[in-house]
């Protein structure tokens, strides 16, 4: 299967988090699936480092590919496509994540249970 993970469940699983629930962490560390991880996310990664909400390694593309995620880029058929999510979620970063997991026909692996919400696949870390 091909899963997106949303930034928070990004980050726990680079930390090795326990928040990182075992259902989760099994389909993370499973083989069998890919792993994809949006530029979206690492953009919201690099404001967070600079509002000193965040630490983030200087080499965030190296360490992601050498953990095994594939990287997701972002293109424009995506962005238009957040204008026809219902504005269940105010956060812009997770409804871009959402409208690529749509148009991706990915699961979004999310911390956030507001965006079980609209009509996408997600695994709740919960």
């Known amino acids: 299967m091909r899963y997106l993970l949303d930034t928070q469940v990004l980050i726990w699983a680079m930390e090795?988090?326990?928040?990182?629930?075992p259902k989760v962490k099994a389909v993370v560390d499973s083989v069998m699936n890919e792993m994809w991880v949006s530029v979206v996310s690492v953009w919201e990664m690099l404001?967070?480092?600079?509002?000193?909400?965040?630490?983030?390694?200087?080499?965030i593309k190296r360490d992601l590919l050498k953990a095994g995620f594939?990287?997701?880029?972002?293109?424009?058929?995506q962005v238009l496509a957040?204008?026809?999510?219902?504005?269940l979620h105010k956060d812009p970063f997770d409804r871009m994540l959402v409208a690529q997991a749509q148009a991706e026909e990915m699961t979004l692996i999310t911390a956030d249970a507001k965006l079980a919400k609209y009509e996408v696949k997600c695994?709740?870390?919960?």
């Open 47 to 59: 404001i967070k480092k600079k509002l000193g909400k965040l630490r983030v390694p200087g080499e």
């Open 70 to 77: 594939k990287i997701l880029a972002l293109n424009i058929d």
């Open 123 to 126: 695994l709740e870390n919960s």
């Open 82 to 87: 957040v204008d026809n999510l219902p504005l």
């Open 16 to 21: 090795k988090n326990p928040r990182l629930k």
